[in-house]
């Protein structure tokens, strides 16, 4: 029973991860001094005030969770790719939610050797329900060869900013990349010997 529960912690912390943010840390105080004055001073209002604070906060998890769920994205890169070249590809977001909106999410690479890097990463201040966006990114891939896990995340910190949450999504489409075609140095030596 232990390992199963440990299985399920571990596929649970992998795909989401939360990052406290520094409006997060002061709320929390405030929720502790709050509380602290409460119970010190038996006040009612208080304790009203320390539930309602800590409701906004419990609110906040649920909406960020909701924003992120049913989240599809798409990556689609040029046939012909050489390495260390920066190429312009499309990244397709789209919300499968029929009713809810995302709002404030914000799509970035992984930084792993064996995937793909961004440039920059792509911010969407919305994504209605039902709906695919798309952006153009500068993408460059490291070396030549294979790239069959492309790794991306998505994050938001709507709508309070308390915590950061990241999903991380894996592309299983493969994308062959040729050797680098940069100059190397002592080419222009070679060239000029012939």
Same mark, same amino acid.
Request: glycine residues 6%; hydrophobic residues 45%.
């Given at each position: 029973?232990?390992? +199963? ?13 939360? /990052? ?11 929720? *502790?001094?709050?509380? %602290? ?5 038996? !006040? !009612? ?7 309602? *604070? *800590? ?12 924003? +992120? %769920? ?13 390495? $260390? ?7 397709? #977001?789209? !919300?499968? /939610?029929?009713? *809810? ?13 064996? $995937?793909?890097? +961004? ?17 153009? #990114?500068?993408?460059?891939?490291? /070396? ?5 896990? !492309? ?13 950061? /949450? ?9 994308? #062959? ?16 010997? $012939?």
């Amino acid at each position: 029973m232990r390992k +199963l529960w440990e299985q399920i912690r571990h596929l649970l912390t992998r795909r989401i991860r939360y /990052k406290i943010t520094r409006g997060g840390v002061l709320f929390t105080a405030a929720i *502790m001094a709050v509380g %602290a004055a409460a119970v010190f001073s038996g !006040n !009612n209002l208080l304790f009203l005030i320390v539930a309602a *604070m *800590m409701a906004t906060l419990l609110v906040s998890g649920f909406i960020s969770r909701l924003c +992120l %769920a049913a989240l599809e994205l798409d990556f689609l890169v040029p046939e012909h790719v050489a390495a $260390s070249r920066t190429v312009p590809a499309r990244l397709y #977001v789209r !919300n499968q /939610k029929w009713l *809810m909106p995302s709002f404030s999410i914000r799509v970035e690479g992984i930084r792993e050797p064996a $995937s793909p890097t +961004l440039k920059s990463g792509v911010y969407f201040p919305l994504i209605a329900a039902g709906v695919t966006v798309e952006e153009t #990114v500068e993408v460059r891939f490291p /070396k030549r060869g294979p790239y069959r896990r !492309n790794s991306f995340a998505f994050s938001t910190s709507f709508p309070f900013g308390f915590l950061e /949450k990241s999903a991380r999504v894996t592309l299983l489409r493969e994308t #062959v990349v040729y050797p680098s075609i940069n100059p190397q140095p002592g080419f222009e030596e070679l060239l000029a010997g $012939s």
